[in-house]
């Protein structure tokens, strides 16, 4: 045991602490096979409840494997990170300590998209493109690129504690996890679930390349709805409006569409007549189409298929032709009509819509606000577009939905479920073709001289014109490979299963006989302890040890994510595991809120709202971060996180719920360092008199002593127990009971919230103070201090997997760690709180069996010190000792308060609690034990309170007569919304009540 500096440092301690825990391989993922018997080198030490080897623990060797949302390579931590990734190490350190070989895999995305447009960028500064280097060397660009920029969200997420196996990092583009990809491509298209064919994608005109509806985001625009005029060709001189958003697109109009049933339009299908389309000039014909929406517009709709995907729908039921007028970077390709030409798309709209106007068509252009796509990377909007692109039919759809429905998966919130399930019944097949270099380049070869486009679905399985294969045709020079890559989620969604070396094995034979409950995989088939999934290795271990691994870490025991890519990769990666491993990839999904401002906006750098976590950890500490967010963090629901900055510096001032949190870890540490601080000197005191009679000074290291827990079980004493013993006990059992609830349900911000209650109102508040008296009886001191060891030990124990490090160094300076075989630091994560049943248990074989009328009259004395305090309070006798107050209760109760007088009145601050049989004008307060009054007249200066309560008075009055007034008021009362006039008339009932009880303080001050 050694002593508690004075002062908290977190960051001495965290950069400490975080070292020593990577150096003894703390974090590293190992089967049981792998870890040595308990009494040779490398055994784990006890565990929390004094068992000798880990085998006894609750989760001995049950595996426990979490793998960690890769973040893009070139991304840095952000808030949302912060929550995230906290909750994700609250689950592996907490499985840690219940004995479980515990896994949480790290690793990065390529994010195709995003690191392309970046490393372009920086192409551009030098004044070239992709184009100017080739393919191969702008990859080798690109990874130049990674290299350096990439992957600092990993080194900042060991500030935050994260305690991932750092030795099995995973990028995306690693050779083993890239021959994953390509190998699951390969395996579909054989099964005929991947196709390619000429569909409308979403394109992005900057990205060049197509995009899913998921990477879509609909944002509301405010810009023109133009009404023009079509002539009918057939009779000249009359005409039909159109209503449309985009009139840069005429020139691919192939059609005009009415609905069926419109009488307005009948004749224009019954005579078979066309609209003349303006620019350039051609006689396209009148179709009739259910789509069409009478009530929008003027009900006539003009046709453009390869521009819109219901107008492509509708040219496909009505054979129009279909004409491409926009290049891919979203440039109008119309050479006819010069005007336009090489235009870019939105100052072609306006050139067009003054074409229409020199032409007399244009009828009006209004103002019109719609939802318009927008590429979610480059941030503008999309175009529908027709293009070749690969399709995947999604596999395993139903036993997807099974796999939710029937609770194999959990999510929490269970609301999620709902969403996850409407996707599933609307599927559509996904595009996982993107026009990059960046990424992985789908394995199809094509026979050199070949025309692609002429390709028809017998061709693209006849093995002589398309090649399908990871490795490639043995002769590649007769062959040209795909140039597009796949889609960057079409790698992600394997992650569960390829970060553990899987490239196309299907599941390991034992798999299943080992979930059912049979012996793990044999000790010849385990890989050597942390040589598995090394960055750029995955999949290069001998295939014995890959099953090995598969067998042993899927399907994963959790997944924490945002509910924003429950599309993009939730749902895919439980189709992915279904297919490829026969089982779900995750027990359990918890959907982390979003982190939005105190204003509640989204925090994004582009509003400048989202702070530097990095700056949040200087200044508060990491622990005081994890706490404090989860403090503020219901399950599931967006997060408002509200911080001042200095306007001139830019600094972090303040931050609320940070500081509630450091509030927190400084309190644990001053308690902690108060108890040290008092057996020091009880232990001091007794050496120096035993040596020489004298008394001296001597430091805590002086006199160390054994603070495991069976020595904590031994020095209690049964028989010296009163109420407040066994109710902070009672207290510590009921929270370690919630602590453990909670936590299986995912209630992160409920598990701090019981932890705090229970350390700061029912430890430090009430026994710290109560125990004042005891600490001063040499017969009471000792147990009295081993129950306070009990407390903080089990409490450090459960506070553990949210605050880490400053556990950690508690833990160790309390004298709490035992010993290990080999000499080495035991840690607190070897040790578990246990099960509030386990503990109980442990109390009884000590002698100790709890009260249940002690602790419910503790709580009932509680309430009544609460109760007391706030009337002092309200009154502005917080600080006051000599306050009297009388109390009206039945003759049980009075008794109990009679017993407790002294304790109730240091507690309270009072110098007299008499009981009385009626008490009339004083204030009252209603408690567990009676009735409290406050006798004003003798604690406070009458004629000053007086004057101060009939200045509130006056208040009311006026506020009572405004609230009069605005009720008579008919115009009020008929014309305002419901909710408000209700709310007034509260107000006005609530002044009244409270001028009612004001008037009868003043009575009663005489």
């Known amino acids: ?103 949480w895999v790290p690793g990065t995305d390529h994010a195709g998209i995003a690191t392309q447009a970046r490393v372009e960028k920086e192409l551009r500064k030098e004044g070239k493109t992709r184009h100017d280097f080739g393919r191969e060397q702008f990859v080798e660009k690109a990874c130049e690129w990674r290299d350096e920029h990439g992957g600092i969200i990993l080194k900042q997420l060991k500030k935050l504690g994260a305690s991932c196996d750092w030795d099995r990092t995973v990028h995306t583009l690693d050779p083993g996890y890239s021959r994953a990809v390509l190998t699951a491509f390969v395996e579909l298209y054989h099964k005929g679930m991947i196709y390619r064919g000429k569909r409308m994608v979403n394109w992005c005109p900057v990205s060049l390349t197509a995009l899913s509806d998921e990477e879509v985001i609909m944002k509301p625009q405010s810009g023109k709805l133009y009404k023009m005029r079509y002539e009918i060709a057939e009779r000249p001189g009359e005409f039909v409006e159109i209503s449309t958003t985009r009139p840069e697109t005429i020139m691919g109009d192939t059609g005009v569409a009415v609905h069926p049933d419109d009488e307005r339009y009948k004749h224009l299908i019954e005579e078979g007549l066309h609209a003349v389309r303006p620019f350039p000039e051609a006689k396209i014909p009148f179709v009739a189409d259910e789509h069409i929406d009478m009530e929008f517009g003027t009900g006539v709709l003009k046709v453009t298929p390869a521009h819109d995907r219901a107008d492509w729908d509708i040219g496909q039921r009505h054979g129009l032709e279909v004409i491409d007028v926009l290049t891919p970077d979203g440039k109008i390709n119309c050479p006819e009509m010069p005007e336009l030409h090489g235009k870019d798309r939105f100052e072609a709209r306006k050139l067009a819509a003054k074409l229409l106007e020199e032409k007399g068509l244009l009828v009006e252009a209004e103002n019109y ?379 992160f911000n409920l598990v701090t919230k019981v932890l705090y209650d229970f350390f700061w109102g029912d430890f430090c508040d009430w026994y710290l103070e109560v125990s004042k008296a005891k600490m001063q009886d040499e017969a009471l001191r000792g147990n009295c201090l081993a129950i306070q060891d009990l407390c903080l030990r089990q409490l450090l124990l459960m506070l553990y997997p949210i605050t880490p490090f400053i556990t950690e160094q508690l833990w160790q300076d309390m004298g709490f760690a035992g010993g290990t075989a080999d000499g080495g630091t035991d840690f607190i994560h070897h040790y578990d709180a246990g099960t509030s049943a386990a503990l109980k248990a442990q109390l009884a074989e000590a002698g100790v069996k709890l009260d249940a009328a002690a602790i419910e009259e503790v709580d009932a004395l509680r309430d009544f010190v609460s109760k007391a305090r706030a009337m002092k309070a309200q009154y502005n006798l917080a600080n006051k000792k000599d306050v009297t107050f009388f109390i009206v209760a039945d003759e049980g109760n009075l008794a109990v308060v009679d017993s407790h007088g002294e304790k109730l009145k240091r507690l309270v601050g009072a110098q007299g609690i008499e009981p009385r049989d009626d008490v009339q004008d004083a204030p009252a307060s209603v408690t567990a034990l009676g009735t409290l009054y406050l006798d004003l007249a003798s604690s406070v200066d009458t004629e000053a309170e007086k004057k101060r309560l009939s200045k509130e008075l006056a208040k009311l009055e006026g506020a009572i007569k405004g609230g009069e007034s605005k009720l008579a008021n008919e115009k009020y009362t008929s014309k305002a919304p419901p909710h408000l006039v209700e709310e007034t008339r509260q107000m006005l009932a609530d002044n009244k009540a409270k001028r009612d009880e004001l008037q009868r303080l003043i009575n009663s001050l005489g």
């Open 369 to 747: 606000s719609n939802n318009v796509g927008f590429s979610e990377r480059a941030d503008v909007p999309i175009e529908p577009r027709l293009s070749d692109q690969w399709w995947l039919k999604y596999p395993k759809v139903e036993e997807a939905k099974e796999a939710v429905r029937s609770g194999k998966i959990k999510f929490y919130p269970e609301r999620w479920e709902k969403v996850y399930l409407h996707w599933l019944d609307n599927i559509q097949d996904w595009c996982i073709s993107r026009q990059l270099w960046w990424g992985h380049r789908i394995p199809v070869w094509y026979k050199k001289g070949i025309d692609r486009a002429a390709l028809t679905d017998a061709d693209l399985q006849d093995e002589t014109k398309v090649f399908v294969s990871v490795d490639g045709p043995a002769d590649p020079e007769n062959w040209e490979q795909e140039e597009d890559v796949l889609d960057t989620w079409a790698s992600s969604w394997l992650w569960p299963f390829a970060t553990f070396g899987w490239a196309g094995q299907g599941p390991a034979p034992s798999m299943l006989t080992h979930r059912e409950g049979a012996e793990p995989p044999t000790a010849l088939d385990a890989p050597t302890p942390g040589g598995v999934a090394t960055s750029g290795s995955v999949g290069a271990a001998a295939p014995q040890s890959q099953q090995a691994e598969l067998a042993f870490w899927y399907p994963t025991a959790a997944l924490a994510t945002g509910p924003d890519i429950i599309f993009f990769w939730v749902a895919r990666m439980i189709m992915a595991g279904l297919e490829f491993m026969g089982d779900v990839p995750f027990k359990t999904v918890y959907f982390n809120g979003i982190i939005r401002d105190g204003k509640g906006r989204k925090m994004s750098k582009s509003l400048g709202n989202s702070p530097d976590p990095l700056e949040l950890i200087e200044k508060f500490g990491a622990d005081s971060m994890r706490l404090g967010m989860l403090m503020i963090a219901p399950k599931g629901q967006d997060v408002l996180f509200d911080f001042k900055t200095d306007p001139q510096t830019g600094e972090i001032t303040e931050c609320a719920a940070l500081q509630q949190g450091r509030n927190f870890c400084n309190k644990l540490w001053n308690a902690c360092r108060f108890r040290q601080m008092s057996d020091s000197r009880k232990d001091a005191k007794a050496q120096s008199e035993n040596e020489s009679g004298e008394s001296n000074s001597l430091s805590v290291s002086a006199a160390p002593r054994e603070n495991t827990l069976v020595s904590i079980l031994q020095r209690l004493e049964p028989e010296k127990f009163d109420a407040d013993d066994h109710a902070i006990l009672g207290s510590l059992v009921a929270a370690l009971d919630s602590f453990d609830s909670n936590l299986g349900k995912y209630e």
């Open 1 to 103: 045991m050694s002593e508690i500096a004075k002062a908290y440092e977190p960051q001495d301690v965290e950069t400490k602490w975080y070292a020593a825990w990577e150096q003894a391989g703390c974090f590293k993922g190992v089967l049981p096979e792998q870890v040595a018997p308990a009494g040779t080198e490398g055994a784990q030490p006890p565990t929390a409840l004094g068992a000798p080897t880990p085998e006894l623990k609750s989760g001995a060797g049950e595996p426990f494997s979490i793998c960690i949302p890769p973040p893009n390579v070139t991304g840095v931590l952000h808030m949302g990170h912060i929550l995230n990734n906290t909750v994700q190490d609250i689950l592996t350190r907490r499985a840690r300590q219940q004995g479980k070989a515990a896994v």
